[in-house]
């Protein structure tokens, strides 16, 4: 009929497809093209409509509805505000204006985020892990410092964000601890889907790409106004939640890497971002160059971002889901092998091991915790520990002649060592020279040698004797170690155990020859 609507479902199979092949054979270009598109169009618009159907999100409450219509008018001033290219910017002081952006993009960072439970607070057993696996336990204990890293991460407190039970009476002292539960911030998969659906996360990136952050010749500025500072880390801090354990949004943020690492030298809270961007997730782990880590790594020495975010971003680059990633463990420690001394502070010579020793009499790493050389110090020989897990043969090889083996025995021997340090040596002990492809000369069967191994024994016993005084007099000598204690725990059960058992197991001993005193420690 004419005028009428022409319906083509009832013509799928049969005339409008023939029409349409029909049409592909006819010697006239743009109305052979038409077809051929037309006829694309229609088998693939099926698929097009499911993927189109998973990605729409229903709102059913009333507090999602409330939670999307406040968005979106905190997104409409959001773009008011970065599309008029304000003044303020260069300004000192803080407009009013700035206020209400800054408080929206705070509250879209606590949507981004729930609270979660770990487990007993005053637990401190290992979890079931197989002794020497070459993987430090993770106690429960642990978890509390994971927290608080996490939480530092977003710069939030969990009072402020959702939670599966009720927190609205939780005070300032209950924001670690509820009913003796230890608490750990979790992505809040909806709202993070919310706010890429509506580009929440494209209209933060608009605010990052701000002309101001431009001086009048072209050139990136070096230092940023404070308003524009705070505006940046807040920023930086949403993005951080907004792509926290969620792959997809991870994804979504891949392109604008370049921006991120542009940002590296303003002394922007770029550094958690990236953590979170690279979490877990493979693909993107894979694509990492060395440019990059060692962009990073300068960026570090020139802005001097805290020694926590900046190892972290390091240690997700190295495991996907626990697993070791070979290729990144080599890129990483080329990175390292090329980095100047300062970057890489062994405290190996007489001189230095001094200098060291000085500031762990002054605990340097409890005065200055985040930016401390003590710190740093330990995190270093953490991670090179990591960078060899997994038994990775040219990492071990490199970190041998940096750190030798009497160098790191004289470390843990020594009395003064604290046990920070004493832990972080022992890791890269068990790593770089006990889980190997093979042991070979008589080093690990010297005086040195055995003097730590009878160590560890009185470590592991002091724990097992149920602190009596006879097990604790060797731990006593030493300045802050404490049996009993968490920290105390989690270095037996994560690093004494696994460390003992490699060398049980590893080591050729042949105990006829040994002294009787050796041969009770061995029994």
Not at 42 to 57: P, R, T
Request: with cysteine; aromatic share 8%; charged share 25%.
């Amino acid at each position: 009929k004419s005028g009428a609507f022409y319906d083509s479902d009832g013509y799928m199979n049969d005339q409008l497809v023939a029409i349409l092949l029909d049409t592909t054979m006819y010697e006239h270009d743009e109305l052979a093209t038409r077809a051929w598109r037309l006829l694309v169009r229609h088998f693939s618009q099926k698929k097009e409509a499911l993927d189109a159907i998973a990605k729409v999100q229903m709102l059913i409450s009333p507090k999602a509805i409330g939670a999307y219509h406040a968005v979106q008018k905190g997104l409409n001033t959001l773009r008011e505000f970065t599309e008029g290219e304000q003044s303020w910017a260069l300004k000192t002081d803080v407009s009013e204006e700035l206020g209400e952006i800054l408080a929206f993009i705070g509250a879209m960072k606590r949507l981004c985020l729930k609270v979660g439970e770990v487990g007993d607070s005053q637990g401190w057993m290992a979890s079931q892990t197989s002794i020497g696996c070459g993987e430090p336990t993770i106690l429960s204990s642990g978890a509390v410092v994971k927290t608080l890293a996490t939480r530092e991460m977003f710069d939030i407190k969990v009072g402020e964000v959702s939670s599966d039970e009720e927190t609205d009476d939780m005070n300032n002292d209950q924001l670690l601890t509820t009913r003796n539960r230890i608490h750990r911030l979790l992505p809040n998969i909806e709202n993070q889907r919310l706010g890429k659906n509506i580009g929440v996360h494209l209209a933060i990136i608009s605010v990052l790409q701000m002309k101001q952050l431009h001086r009048a010749d072209g050139d990136q500025m070096k230092k940023l106004p404070l308003p524009m500072q705070r505006l940046f880390d807040e920023s930086y801090s949403f993005l951080s939640a907004f792509c926290y354990k969620n792959e997809e949004n991870q994804v979504s943020l891949k392109a604008f890497l370049p921006l991120f690492l542009k940002h590296l030298n303003l002394g922007c809270r770029v550094l958690p971002l990236l953590t979170s961007l690279f979490d877990n997730n493979r693909e993107m782990c894979l694509e990492v160059e060395e440019n990059m880590v060692m962009s990073i790594l300068n960026s570090h020495d020139a802005v001097h971002p805290s020694h926590d975010e900046f190892f972290g971003f390091i240690r997700t680059l190295l495991n996907v889901n626990g697993k070791p990633l070979k290729r990144n463990q080599v890129l990483i420690t080329n990175v390292l092998w090329q980095a100047s001394e300062d970057l890489v502070p062994l405290y190996n010579t007489p001189a230095e091991f001094e200098e060291r020793r000085k500031l762990m009499k002054e605990r340097d790493d409890l005065k200055d915790p985040n930016y401390g050389r003590l710190s740093y110090h330990i995190g270093l020989v953490d991670l090179l520990g990591e960078l060899t897990r997994g038994r990775n043969y040219q990492s071990e090889m490199k970190f041998r002649s940096l750190l030798k083996l009497e160098d790191v025995l004289r470390t843990c021997l020594d009395s003064d060592t604290i046990l920070s340090v004493h832990r972080a040596h022992i890791l890269f002990l068990h790593e770089v020279y006990l889980e190997t492809e093979g042991i070979q000369g008589n080093q690990f069967q010297s005086d040195d040698m055995w003097c730590l191994v009878r160590d560890l024994v009185q470590d592991i016993a002091s724990v097992a004797g149920f602190f009596s005084d006879a097990f604790t007099k060797h731990v006593d000598r030493r300045p802050g170690w404490r049996p009993g204690a968490p920290e105390f725990n989690a270095y037996v059960f994560g690093y004494a155990i696994p460390c003992i058992a490699s060398y049980l197991r590893k080591v050729d001993v042949n105990y006829s020859a040994l002294s009787d005193e050796r041969q009770e420690l061995f029994v």
